[in-house]
């Protein structure tokens, strides 16, 4: 295995966080957490959207490098679109620790059902296919928790 090969499984697994046996995108949702918090902390939600954009832009080189080597056409084991998902989920969470548990439940329900445009953008080739659903339903979450967010005390 080449180095960029190397590099690009370890991008596209969140540091293994995708080899799980069972559920790799919940828990590379959940590897996410720590990473979407500290931006938050550190940033804020405009931190947290550019990390979410830099974990697109990044993973979209990894995964492409990935699939070269992989039988599937959208492997399991690559979480980093999970990871740019639940980063732009998590945009309007801010500090409350409520707000990150709804952020994440939001996230895994539309990653899951891929219901609508998250199910279309499934559909599309190649690396832009397995991330851009994943970044979709991070920003409709994202728009979801917001709305929550505005009613909870």
């Not at 180095?3 to 919940?26: C, S």
Request: some cysteine; glycine content about 10%.
């Amino acid at each position: 295995m080449t180095r960029k090969a190397r590099i690009a499984r370890i991008v596209a697994t969140w540091f293994g966080a995708g080899l799980a046996r069972k559920a790799p995108g919940t828990w590379g949702s959940l590897a996410t957490l720590p990473l979407g918090i500290l931006t938050l902390w550190l940033g804020g939600p405009w931190a947290t959207a550019a990390a979410g954009l830099a974990a697109t832009v990044i993973g979209l080189w990894a995964i492409e490098v990935y699939l070269q080597t992989a039988a599937l056409k959208d492997p399991k084991e690559v979480v980093i679109d999970e990871v740019a998902g639940q980063l732009f989920a998590l945009v309007p969470a801010g500090l409350d620790w409520r707000l990150w548990i709804i952020a994440f439940i939001l996230f895994r329900f539309f990653d899951i059902t891929k219901i609508g445009p998250i199910g279309w953008a499934e559909r599309l080739p190649r690396a832009f296919g397995v991330m851009i659903d994943d970044v979709i339903a991070g920003i409709v979450a994202g728009l979801c928790l917001w709305a929550i967010a505005r009613y909870l005390p």
